[in-house]
């Protein structure tokens, strides 16, 4: 597949994943989703200690790799800007509608706030298993700050906004 097709085939399925799910949940309350409004003070936390996740375990275990700049020149500019919005905007916002959105609430309820935030961070991490143990590691921390985003501040913008800034990075 071209790289432009692969990248518009990355699109598709990011975007159809937000859609099905909230197409699938759109009966449920927006609290349960997460869909509201979530405090700013708190949010603005979040991000700021997720950061500083995100760049102190890369420099302990080097996760993100050397910084190669040649698949992205080597690339068209359509290819690029498509992985750009498919891994780092859309990817994020269907992974947390899944995870800290729709598993979130309907766990919540069931089993409990820890419990809830344990199992949903387990469950993405694994999604990830084509990376190695010590990444899927940093990965199940990412996803209990994740989840403790979306516990403190009731809402899944916050956590979708922490994962798209990871990914950012992740990609560049």
Known sequence: MSPIG?????????????GIVLFRTRSLPREELGLVRPPIAIS????????????????AIHWRGPWNWRPWLEAP????AMRIVAV?????????L?????????????????????????????????????????????GILLGLAR??????FPPMVMHALYNLYAIW
């Open 98 to 142: 899944i995870f800290r959105g729709w598993s979130f609430g309907l766990l919540q309820k069931r089993v409990g706030t820890f419990a809830t935030i344990v199992v949903t961070a387990t469950g993405w991490a694994l999604l990830h298993y084509t990376y190695g143990w010590a990444v899927i590691l940093v990965i199940v921390v990412d």
């Open 44 to 59: 603005a936390l979040f991000v700021l200690v997720y950061l500083g996740w995100m760049l102190a375990s890369d420099a």
């Open 88 to 96: 780092g905007i859309l990817g994020p916002i269907a992974e947390e």
């Open 151 to 156: 516990w403190k501040t009731r809402s899944v």
């Open 77 to 80: 500019l359509a290819a690029s």
């Open 6 to 18: 692969s990248a518009a085939m990355k699109v598709a399925l990011a975007a159809g994943v937000s």
